[in-house]
């Protein structure tokens, strides 16, 4: 079951009564087409063991939902420090809002109050059923195009139960079902994972341990074992952030190609940096490590993607 904080774990608590699964999801995106084959409704989890400096998804991190503010749509109204239960809201000296997020409870009653849209709780605690019944929506689409349901995160395996409940019902209504994962997770709740998975987007950040923690807050001894796992039991594509000055050395790129020799692989997906989520870290209150890193020009991700071509791989640009 998903941890949460504050008036989310009370639906928590009574599906749980229930014996009824529940997950803690931030997103559900409908007519994916970057996230496995075909055309795809792409179910992003909250919570992930990882840390990772570039991460443009914040509200990913913590496994319950988050109270995003938009200061920019902020008129100072101050209804929302009337609402707040806990007074994690209150009038800076200035007149600004503040947040203390130590107190927040993201219970919403803020999100409510505001008549400006510029609070948001990001994250809902639902069923198997609920997100069944969204997927469900394209189901003509997974038929016409050999697509299905992928769950991204954050970290799916995050929330094992969840996840294979819905891909079990997937399966079940002959859903194609793929797993976006970093690999970090104890590789016999994997393995559960994986019986009913039928493809695995496999993120490998670096091949030295050192970097990969120093990057991601986690080494990555975990993950490359669960990825030989993966790689004899389902069908596999190796998915990699590039990260300008991170991962992107010549040293790291030939460690992974002789890795997934290794293990037969030939497909591999780059994922070039972007500063696309920098703002969330913002309205989330959080501080963004790599603030001053400039994204790629596309001539230096072709390049990159013609060294690997020229080493026998099958490569991908997200």
Known sequence: MVNSKGSSLSNTESAKKADIIT????????????????????????GCPLRCLWCSNPESMQPYPQLFYFDHLCTRCYRCVEACPTKATRIASDGAIEIDRSLCKNCGE??????????????KIMTVDEVLEEVRKDALFYQNS????????????YQPEFLRELFKRCQ?????????????????????ILEHTNLVLFDIKHMDPVKHKEFTGVDNSLILENARVVAAARPMIIRVPLIPGHNDTEENLKALVAFMNKLGLKRIDLLPYHSLGKMKYTRLGMEYRLADL?????EEVAGIKTSLESQGLEVGVG
């Open 110 to 123: 803020c999100v409510r109050a505001c008549p400006n849209k510029a609070r948001e709780i990001s994250g």
């Open 294 to 298: 400039t994204p790629y020009e596309s």
């Open 172 to 192: 079940e209504a002959a859903i194609h079902t793929c797993l976006d994962t970093t690999g970090f997770v104890k590789t016999e709740v994997l393995q559960r």
């Open 146 to 157: 050999g697509g299905g349901v992928t769950a991204s995160g954050g970290e799916p395996t």
């Open 23 to 46: 997950g803690c999801v931030f997103n559900i995106e409908r007519f994916a087409i970057r996230d496995g084959p075909g055309i795809r409704t792409t179910v992003f989890f909250k």
